[in-house]
């Protein structure tokens, strides 16, 4: 096998079969010896030798043949291991996490103590490690573990940091009941006591500042009884309704409603968040986003002067590393230098969260096998890029390590099958103030090396599966989280999306026109196509739904090639599409007042593993299939004689086509017989 990448997984032909049935069947074969040498004195219940009842010999017939229809309906699946789709953020999964996750399965663990999965929570410990090394935690400081996905993961980031904002509240009513006052360290650097403060500078305190507050207490007063103090007035206990009673009694001034600063591009979890947690949509805040839908941090800086003006503290920040419509990668380092401004200039902090759900995996290709951080010229050698990737983007993948928390969906480019997500906090003790003691769980399980962890008391979950621990695990202890281990994928499925887009940049789509969102920051390509007859943005915006449509998964699965679209919306994205509306000249102009409408647009996650130097070329066939599904659209929508003769003449060349004499290629339409080759 030619590339390094294709032992990795089971391959779109099932080329890697013998691994596969070699771990699954080491699995079995293991599993059944544990069974067997488990008090082997035990009789077995189960008669041997002698033939099953009459109806159990009827149920297994049932089995089989229910298995049998399940095993024909699953047939109708998506086919994610193939070059030809690349809609959704997934993929391929590797052999290590398929295995993984079958073995694990087997014995059923469940991740919510050690109690009840001995193994895998110590496993999950492990994962959370290696993820936190990656990105460049101090491991003696964070805490991390697996989740559900990103939604969860992204809760309990919003969920911990809204407990930390509050809490200085919460132990400065505690200090006064217990007649006690200790000191806090305000952002600006200054050193003040904590009874002195009024509401607006206890929610402006740094978090690691509020989190000290709780053992600068524990000194000054009996522990037991600042607990109780603590909980009796905190959030979590009172809810917000007599939260804000009890402040305008003690305060004088009821509660500012906090909010939650987040670009346009945020994934649509955030609104379900700040719903669920009681936060509410009003106060989560958008911050434009610039031509490359990242967040604008001037525009950030903004936003946060005028809150302050008018007195409304900032509970979180969201900055996101990967969005999931264009796979943008915001300027972190830029983001925790404006909230450093604040804090000096305005004395005004927050929890800086990175939703790096999608993008987290980048950090492994930042990263040397010594542990050491490459240098982005170092980057750009082993990505075969003369200006990629950019100074800019291996310092926003560096400054995840500075973010107060970080989200990582192990089952998007870790490439592990479901559910895997992760949650990251770099300074552990922020998960104390979202603790809960389970009655029915032992708080330490007493295990001769030490005690098993109790992963349900801080988390938002219950039961969660083992198996998908194991499966994280196993695949990154298999691919290493570096440049020379799993960063290669991600490398490569970089190079495919920019190949994807110099290929669309470059190839002839008349009578239309391609336009690029913008250059990838990850591996997602967005474009849309134009005519000049399509007056309207909505008539635009059907043109790419009808592509869409085309190449989208249907009951056959028959489209050659699978996509997704988004809608990128008004006003969130104007700082993008107002751009993209003016390249389309005097045509663009008449869309703008359009706006609201929203611009949809088509969407390339090229995560295959695949995709990048294959043979057949998957890169070209979509971009063939791309103009095929726009000629299509021209028979359906269009009245007029000269888009009727244009659409003769395609149509002309698609019958070629058909018949194997026409193809698309990197220069452009060519005439001649389409072999399957490369170009
Ligand atoms: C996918 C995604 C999420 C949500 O993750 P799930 O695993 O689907 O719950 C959150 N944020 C971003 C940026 C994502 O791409």
């Known amino acids: 096998m ?76 998506v086919p994610f291991f193939s070059g030809r789709y690349n809609g959704h953020m997934l993929s391929e999964q590797t052999i290590a996490g398929q295995a993984g996750y079958f073995a694990a399965m087997l014995y059923n663990p469940n991740n919510v103590s050690g109690e009840v999965a001995p193994v895998t929570t110590r496993l999950e410990e492990e994962v959370a490690h290696l993820l936190a090394e990656m990105i460049g935690y101090d491991p003696t400081r964070c805490w991390g573990h697996l989740t559900s996905g990103g939604t ?75 607990e109780n103090a603590l909980r009796s007035h ?3 206990t009172l809810g917000y309704q007599d939260y804000n009673m009890q402040l305008a009694a003690e305060f004088g001034d009821p509660l500012p409603a906090g909010v939650v600063l987040a670009a346009g591009t945020a994934h649509y979890s955030w609104a379900k968040i700040v719903a669920a947690l009681g936060v509410g949509s009003n106060q989560l805040v958008f911050v434009p986003v610039e031509a490359k839908c990242r967040m604008d941090p001037d525009a950030l800086w903004r936003e946060i002067e005028s809150l302050t003006s008018r007195r409304i503290p900032i509970m979180a ?95 998007k480019l870790g490439y592990v099958p479901y559910p895997a997500g992760a949650f990251l906090l ?58 020379a281990g799993h960063g290669r994928i991600i490398a490569s499925t970089m190079k495919a999306a920019r190949d994807l887009y110099a290929l669309l940049g470059s190839s002839d789509f008349s009578p239309f026109r391609v336009i690029r969102v913008s250059q990838p920051d990850l591996n997602i390509v967005c474009f849309l196509l134009h005519h000049p007859s399509l007056d309207t943005l909505s008539a635009l915006n059907a043109l790419n739904e009808t592509i869409y449509r085309e190449l989208s998964p249907n009951a056959e699965m028959s489209a050659p090639y699978m996509i997704t679209r988004t809608r990128l919306t008004s006003p969130a994205y104007d700082g993008a599409i107002r751009p993209l509306l003016s390249s389309l000249g005097k045509d663009g102009e008449s869309y703008q007042k359009d706006i609201a409408e929203g611009l949809t647009v088509l969407r390339a996650t090229v995560m295959n593993p695949f995709s990048v130097d294959a043979n057949p070329d998957y890169l070209l066939g979509l971009t063939d299939a ?37 193809r698309v290629s990197r220069t452009g339409i060519q005439v001649g017989s389409d072999t399957g080759e490369k170009r």
């Open 152 to 226: 969860i993961a992204n809760f309990e980031a919003l969920w911990i940091a809204r407990n930390v904002f509050y809490h200085p509240v919460a132990a400065s009513l505690a200090a006064r009941s217990l007649g006690v006052d200790v000191s806090v360290s305000l952002p600006d650097g200054s050193v003040a006591m904590l009874g002195e403060l009024d509401l607006w500078p206890l929610l402006n305190i740094r978090p690691d500042s509020s989190l000290d507050l709780w053992e600068k207490l524990w000194l000054a007063a009996p522990r037991p009884a600042v």
């Open 626 to 662: 791309v103009r095929r599904a726009a000629i299509s659209f021209l028979g359906e929508s269009f009245g007029g004689r000269q888009l009727v003769r244009e659409q003769a003449n395609i149509q002309r060349e698609v019958d070629v086509t058909e018949a194997g004499l026409f």
């Open 317 to 411: 920040c969201v900055s996101t590393c990967g969005t999931t419509e264009q796979g943008a990668v915001d300027d972190l380092q830029r983001i925790l230098e404006v909230r450093a401004r604040a804090e000096r200039e305005l004395g005004v902090t927050f929890h800086i969260h990175s939703d790096a759900c999608y993008g987290g995996y980048a950090a492994s290709l930042t990263r040397a096998p010594d542990g050491s951080r490459h240098t982005a010229a170092r980057l750009r050698e082993i990505c075969g890029g003369a200006h990629w990737p950019t100074d800019q983007w291996a310092r926003s993948i560096r400054a995840l390590e500075s973010a107060d928390s970080v989200s990582i969906d192990p089952h």
């Open 234 to 236: 905190s959030l979590a």
């Open 426 to 483: 770099k300074d552990r003790r922020g998960r104390e103030l979202v603790a809960t003691d389970p009655p029915y769980l032992a708080l330490t399980t007493s295990r001769e090396n030490g005690d098993a962890p109790v992963i349900g008391r801080f988390i938002f979950e219950g039961s969660k599966p083992g198996a998908s621990t194991a499966a994280t695990w196993l695949s990154h202890k298999t691919t290493p989280l570096n440049s």
């Open 2 to 77: 030619s590339n390094p990448l294709h032992s990795l997984f089971l391959g779109p032909k099932g080329e890697n079969e013998q691994l596969l049935k070699e771990l699954l069947d080491s699995a079995l074969q293991t599993h059944l010896h544990w069974r067997r040498t488990y008090h082997p004195e035990d009789p077995s219940p189960i008669a041997a030798g002698g033939s099953p009842t009459p109806a159990a010999s009827a149920e297994r017939v049932e089995l089989r043949r229910h298995f049998a229809s399940l095993l024909l309906q699953l047939q109708r699946s």
